[in-house]
């Protein structure tokens, strides 16, 4: 069975994929490509390159938002996307989409042409560092004459992009499902991203039903700058995905599988 998996933008709390990333693994499953976006393209890129989820794990330990965070004077953007490139470049490298193990797609937005941009080919940092690029936080990043922001400002789970043909089943993760925030914003920074999320959130919502399951983690007592809460983001992860697929076989041939996935759609 051919398993797609997208993978939705939400800053630090895209730490939780690697814990869905974990929960497959366990259970047998390998995705056949992902989609990502932002936070999601970060984890995708790092995986699809062959990268274990150990590996991905020690990685958002080590990861902080100090090694990225410089602010800059607001001409475009109050951090510059050069930073985030050079933070990036240390755990992606040189890679090309054409030497992943698994494809990958990722999407940006021509901020000019105000379209959404899907890169497949290339280097895969330059494509994610583009769709990293939360408008107002970071500047925009300039990729083959193209001046490129954040994929999420128009498709923040990209489900609907993996060529639908080549694949059985669609599993979405959204890191950035809107619940009550249990503590105020704490700096300016909190206030834009949690903003920005709720709108995208809202406006997502009709795109979900380019995915066959919908793992939405309960990270609403995280920041989107927690990564200092690797291990909790990545048990959320896990957790939400275990609830989402635990009466699911993902494996070839599953007639249950495809007798839930009814189930479900007949909602």
């Not at 690697?18 to 259970?27: A, C, D, P, S, T």
Request: with cysteine; glycine share 8%.
């Amino acid at each position: 069975m051919r398993i797609g998996l997208a993978l939705g933008g939400g800053a630090a709390r895209g730490i939780a994929h690697i814990g869905v990333l974990q929960y497959l693994e366990e259970r047998g499953v390998k995705p056949c490509c992902i989609a990502g976006t932002s936070a999601g393209s970060i984890v995708g890129a790092l995986y699809c390159s062959g990268k274990s989820v150990e590996e991905l794990i020690r990685i958002a330990s080590a990861l902080s938002w100090k090694d990225l965070v410089r602010i800059s004077i607001p001409r475009k953007g109050l951090i510059k996307s050069s930073l985030l490139h050079k933070t990036l470049a240390e755990y992606i490298g040189d890679i090309t989409f054409e030497e992943l193990k698994i494809p990958l797609v990722v999407n940006a937005v021509d901020l000019l042409e105000g379209e959404e941009i899907l890169i497949k080919e290339g280097p895969v940092l330059d494509a994610v560092t583009a769709s990293c690029a939360i408008p107002g936080i970071f500047s925009p990043y300039r990729w083959n004459q193209r001046l490129l922001v954040d994929g999420g400002l128009l498709d923040n789970v990209p489900s609907a992009h993996m060529g639908r043909e080549n694949i059985d089943y669609v599993i979405a993760v959204n890191v950035t499902a809107q619940r009550p925030l249990k503590k105020e914003p704490d700096n300016i920074f909190e206030v834009l991203v949690q903003s920005y999320y709720i709108l995208l959130h809202q406006r997502d919502i009709p795109s979900y039903q380019h995915a066959d399951i919908l793992i939405e983690p309960n990270l609403g007592d995280y920041s989107f700058w927690d990564t200092g809460k690797s291990k909790e983001l990545i048990r959320e992860g896990y957790k939400a995905a275990a609830a989402a697929l635990c009466d699911v076989n993902l494996k070839k041939g599953s007639s249950r599988f495809a007798k839930w996935l009814k189930r479900r759609k007949n909602r």
